[in-house]
T-cell receptor, first 114, second 113 residues
Framework: GDSVTQMEGPVTLSEEAFLTINCTYT??????LFWYVQYPGEGLQLLLK?????DKGSNKGFEATYRKETTSFHLEKGSVQVSDSAVYFC?????????????FGTGTQLKVEL | DGGITQSPKYLFRKEGQNVTLSCEQN?????MYWYRQDPGQGLRLIYY???????QKGDIAEGYSVSREKKESFPLTVTSAQKNPTAFYLC????????????FGPGTRLTVL
């Protein structure tokens, strides 16, 4: 079945540091890929998405490129801020698997310090 | 403003009692979903509904029940058969258009005492 693997956290960075959160996936078809962000005590918000190989999703300074050859969708940001502290979830949706269900990774907590 | 509402934000119940969590959306979405979130385990799918009057079990449906009598509402009942109900519950919806993007509510934190 489909699966998503994320690097374990927490990841602790100083403000303005470079961020990478690794995400790899296994899917039977041609999935769409997503990054969601969850701030403390809240629901999930879509951060960015990509639907096909080599697509780059971007939003609020975050980027991720759909790499089919390495089955990866790593999240990057050039300069993090304290306000980026949250839990980040990588997810996929594989239409070949039927329906519109999302498969999530376990989440990576990011802490940004001054 | 369109969106998904969940109520209440915090819910406390005694062990052995059934409890119903509310989820309402005004996005005119056909599909709705319930997830459970536990620390370190990400989100796990409980039930989902692709259309009114129809729903399917997700990966961890045991001890839960749902109904979908109206397009905008998808309540989740946590029954006494659920062995470990304390968790954060998230409702989501998905429209016909788009790229399988799901929109999430703010969540309900259920604590069973």
């Amino acid at each position: 079945g489909d699966s998503v693997t994320q690097m374990e956290g927490p990841v602790t960075l100083s403000e303005e540091a470079f961020l990478t959160i690794n995400c790899t996936y296994t899917a039977t078809g041609y999935p769409s890929l997503f990054w969601y962000v969850q701030y403390p005590g809240e629901g999930l918000q879509l951060l960015l998405k990509a639907t096909k190989a080599d697509d780059k999703g971007s939003n609020k300074g975050f980027e991720a490129t759909y790499r089919k050859e390495t089955t990866s969708f790593h999240l990057e940001k050039g300069s993090v801020q304290v306000s980026d502290s949250a839990v980040y979830f990588c997810a996929l949706s594989d239409r070949a698997g039927g329906g519109n269900k999302l498969t999530f990774g376990t989440g990576t907590q990011l802490k940004v310090e001054l | 403003d369109g969106g998904i509402t969940q109520s209440p934000k915090y819910l406390f119940r005694k062990e052995g009692q059934n409890v119903t969590l509310s989820c309402e959306q005004n996005l005119n979405h056909d599909a709705m979903y319930w997830y459970r979130q536990d620390p370190g385990q990400g989100l796990r799918l409980i039930y989902y509904s692709q259309i009114v009057n129809d729903f399917q079990k997700g990966d961890i449906a045991e001890g839960y029940s749902v109904s979908r009598e109206k397009k905008e509402s998808f309540p989740l009942t946590v029954t006494s058969a659920q062995k470990n109900p304390t968790a954060f519950y998230l409702c989501a919806s998905h429209g016909d258009r788009g790229l399988n993007e799901q929109f999430f509510g703010p969540g309900t934190r259920l604590t069973v005492l």
